[in-house]
Each structure stands twice: as structure tokens, then as C-alpha cells.
């Protein structure tokens, strides 16, 4: 059992360049989110999924597209690489039980991604 | 402005001692309440959760308090151990939105053999 699976775990972009960021997971959850990590910072949520075809933005998703066309993948893009987007990202999942949601979320090991 | 505060940048403790690690919240609308455990080069992994309906949860040597009153909450590890060295993030969230967790800037903790 994977679990959540990122790839690449590092990439190094140019500015502007546009790149996909891969997530999967095998345990059927209904949610998935993307968060980044910066120094000092903590976990800031991007974009989260309820479901297949079904996206919201979380707290800083200027700069990120994502879709979700299947329940097990969720991939984030990079429209147009900035320096400002160098960071760890996360990838996570959980069941979603609905307006009182509170299972606990499983992470993927990362993704580091440096902008140049 | 953050809503979850992670204070205490850092906590080293003797091996066999009490680990405590605090975070404070600002936002009324949180009623769930999560630790997870951070090491370098992986991703968080789940520790411990509190409800908003409990005061304290425990899980082994891992033990949670909330203080509602006081916006407050407080992961007990007793007895410490040398692989409890690590980044810890305390996260909370809302009923009602979607799961979307706040977290913590993380406390790292290193436990002194």
C-alpha cells in the first residue's frame, strides 16, 4: 500500500517555465489538498479536491492550476514558474465525511522545487 | 494574521522527561484540533487529534490538552525519547470547511540522549 505518492521529489525550473507537480494516492480518499512549505512559514493550503471534478482554492493559490479528473490523482501545475514559488510541496489526503469533517490527513513526501 | 501560533521555535528535552509542546489559536470556529510529526525529507505524518467536544486525548506517551477558554492546546510526550526528535505541527480546522486544516509555523523538539 503506497499510500500518497509525489513525483518528481526535486525539479529546478527557469522562470516562466510551466511544470505539473504529480500526486496519487490508492486509499480511495474523497479528499485531496496541496500545500507548500516555506522556512518559518509552516504548511499553507493551495488547492483542495472533495472529489473528482470538484477543485476550490485554498489560502495561496495565485500562480497554481489544479484539476481533479479521477478520485486517485491530483496533479498541481505551475502556470508561469517565480522565484517567489520556490518551496516544498505537499500533497495530502483523508476520507471526507462531509460538514463535520475531521479525519486525519495523509501526506506524500514531498515534492522541492526550486525556481531560478 | 496567523490563526494557529506555534510560539516556541524550538524545545530540547533530557531523554525520559516530559515534552511539552504548546499552540494557541485565534479563530472560535475551530473545533478539530491536530499534532503531526514532521522529519527531515518526509512528509508530515498524523500523531494525535482532539475534538473541540474533549479536553484531552491520549495515545500511548502522547497525550493532547485543549483549553477552549483559553484558546489553547498542548501535546504532552512522557517519557521523551531520542526518535521523537523532530518537527512538530499543531493544525486545526473548522466544521463545515471541507477539511481545510491551518497550521502552525512547528516547534522542533530534540531529545537529549
Known amino acids: 500500500n503506497a499510500g500518497v505518492t509525489q513525483t518528481p521529489k526535486f525539479q529546478v525550473l527557469k522562470t516562466g517555465q510551466s511544470m505539473t507537480l504529480q500526486c496519487a494516492q490508492d486509499?480511495?480518499?474523497?479528499?485531496m489538498s496541496w500545500y507548500r512549505q516555506d522556512p518559518g512559514m509552516g504548511l499553507r493550503l493551495i488547492h483542495y479536491?472533495?472529489?473528482?471534478?470538484?477543485?476550490d482554492q485554498g489560502e495561496v493559490p495565485n500562480g497554481y492550476n489544479v484539476s481533479r479528473s479521477t478520485t486517485e490523482d491530483f496533479p498541481l501545475r505551475l502556470l508561469s514558474a517565480a522565484p517567489s514559488q520556490t518551496s516544498v510541496y505537499f500533497c495530502?489526503?483523508?476520507?471526507?465525511?462531509?460538514?463535520?469533517?475531521?479525519?486525519?490527513?495523509?501526506f506524500g513526501d514531498g515534492t522541492r522545487l526550486s525556481i531560478l | 494574521d496567523q490563526q494557529v501560533k506555534q510560539n516556541s521555535p524550538s524545545l530540547s528535552v533530557q531523554e525520559g522527561r516530559i515534552s511539552i509542546l504548546n499552540c494557541d489559536y485565534t479563530?472560535?470556529?475551530?473545533?478539530?484540533f491536530l499534532w503531526y510529526k514532521k522529519y527531515p525529507a518526509e512528509g508530515p505524518t498524523f500523531l494525535i487529534s482532539?475534538?473541540?467536544?474533549?479536553d484531552k486525548n491520549e495515545d500511548g506517551r502522547f497525550t493532547v490538552f485543549l483549553n477552549k477558554s483559553a484558546k489553547h492546546l498542548s501535546l504532552h510526550i512522557v517519557p521523551s525519547q531520542p526518535g521523537d526528535s523532530a518537527v512538530y505541527f499543531c493544525?486545526?480546522?473548522?466544521?463545515?470547511?471541507?477539511?481545510?486544516?491551518?497550521f502552525g509555523k512547528g516547534i522542533t523538539l530534540s531529545v537529549r540522549p
Open positions: 495530502a489526503s483523508s476520507r471526507f465525511s462531509g460538514l463535520y469533517s475531521n479525519q486525519p490527513q495523509h
Open positions: 486509499m480511495n480518499h474523497e479528499y
Open positions: 479536491s472533495v472529489g473528482a471534478g470538484i477543485t
Open positions: 479563530n472560535s470556529m475551530f473545533d478539530y
Open positions: 482532539i475534538s473541540s467536544i474533549k
Open positions: 493544525a486545526a480546522s473548522a466544521a463545515g470547511a471541507n477539511s481545510k486544516l491551518t
